[in-house]
């Protein structure tokens, strides 16, 4: 018998163990029960010897990862239970080609959460359905409480990447029939899309909205913040006659101040907004230069070098913008009478994350398609570990074999 068919028996049973629980022990337990919901999960020290039914996390048996020689990916995550779970039932639950993006999306992070005590936001928040540590209970009523909320965040994710899915095959149907040389999609109903899309030269998509008419919306390019085309500034923040005034379309009704809808009355007069703003579109990409000052001569070498660089990436019309370095904050020296060589931020560390964010904000501020980053650690790093959050693309300099480049981070 085989592990989904013994999931699914009427008498179905599991066993984990007791004690603290994380978010491998509780997902793994949701996991059982979306498949079959009358499960029954028992928690304990030991496994009990006569016991019949599917062991994980406990047992040394193929769904535990505590022993030496526990089981590790190709790419060096190591599984956890849920991950040696995911990979029998994933393809029966997603198909195989979404187990695999969802085993590389949500589920390693967790195996590795649980492996190496990796911050993970999601196994904090189960983490916290423990009881405290003076309760006088073994925890079970927690444990399913927590397995309940992971079953409700499983069974969402199922649906989206289902639905993700569905909605890429109808993208794809949809772009048969479409213009080639049109950078504007007209969709027969809202489909998310900008995925899809990114790699395209589509800039605009309409569809109709649930309050009457059309609703617009452009289209970043791929990995960056920036749209491939936007609404001319002036029409931004504008509603009503403002609006037709300042569009000459009679229908206009709404565009938002951040540029990101625009709502219009009628199709014809959507795809004309659309054309417009193609037309009066000027490329102007910022590629931001961030760190250590260069010398005059230096510098214009750099500076060659990223733009060559960037039409690389397919970054078109871009320029070069300097960034200030994060100014030094208050440093305390330490001195032991015979050295100071050792010195620390005289900051906390929530005033430490809000002192960088606030530096990275000038820079998000140019809205770069890249940021070039250079030097000192202490001013690049944070910087750079703020940006790659943001999924900027970061670019630095290296040597090899007596050839200077520029080389982006992968």
């Not at 039932?89 to 649980?114: C, M, T």
Request: hydrophobic share 40%; with cysteine.
């Amino acid at each position: 018998m085989n592990l989904l068919e013994e999931i699914k028996k009427p008498n179905a049973c599991a066993f984990t163990h007791g004690g603290k629980f994380h978010a491998d022990d509780v997902f793994s337990s949701a996991l059982l029960l979306y498949i079959n919901p009358e499960i029954h999960i028992t928690r304990g020290n030991k496994v009990p010897d006569d016991f019949e039914g599917i062991v994980f996390d406990i047992g040394r048996g193929l769904f535990d990862h505590h022993q030496k020689d526990s089981r590790i990916r190709e790419n060096g995550v190591p599984y956890a239970a849920f991950g040696l779970l995911w990979e029998v039932l994933g393809k029966e639950i997603l198909g195989e080609e979404l187990a695999v993006r969802f085993d590389e999306s949500f589920v390693q992070p967790l195996d590795n959460n649980d492996n190496t005590g990796e911050k993970n936001e999601l196994a904090t928040l189960i983490g916290n359905f423990n009881p405290s540590w003076d309760a006088n209970d073994n925890g079970d009523k927690e444990f399913f409480q927590a397995v309940s909320v992971a079953g409700m965040i499983l069974e969402n994710k199922f649906e989206r990447y289902k639905g993700n899915e569905r909605a890429d095959k109808r993208i794809d149907e949809i772009l048969k029939d479409h213009d080639q040389k049109s950078r504007i999609l007209v969709l027969p109903e809202f489909i998310p899309c900008q995925k899809a899309l990114s790699e395209t030269d589509i800039a605009f998509v309409i569809f109709p909205s649930n309050r009457g008419g059309y609703c617009i919306q452009p289209q970043k390019k791929e990995y960056s913040m920036n749209y491939k085309c936007s609404f001319p500034e002036s029409w931004l923040g504008l509603e009503g006659d403002e609006l037709i005034k300042e569009t000459g379309l009679d229908t206009a009704v709404f565009c938002h101040k951040g540029g990101f809808i625009m709502t219009v009355g009628q199709l014809d007069e959507a795809v004309m907004a659309c054309q417009k703003a193609v037309d009066s579109y000027e490329e102007n990409s910022v590629i931001v230069k961030y760190g250590k000052l260069i010398s005059d001569d230096m510098s214009d070498e750099i500076d060659k070098n990223i733009l060559d660089t960037a039409k690389m990436l397919g970054i078109k019309g871009a320029r070069i913008v300097n960034a200030d370095l994060m100014p030094v904050p208050d440093i305390e020296i330490m001195e032991d009478g015979q050295s100071q060589a050792y010195a620390k931020v005289s900051m906390e560390k929530q005033q430490w994350k809000a002192y960088v964010k606030e530096h990275v904000k000038k820079i998000l501020k140019y809205k770069p398609e890249a940021v070039f980053v250079s030097g000192d650690v202490f001013y690049t790093y944070p910087v750079v570990r703020a940006l790659r959050k943001k999924h900027i693309p970061v670019l630095t300099s290296m040597e090899k074999d007596g050839k200077k480049l520029i080389i982006k981070l992968p």
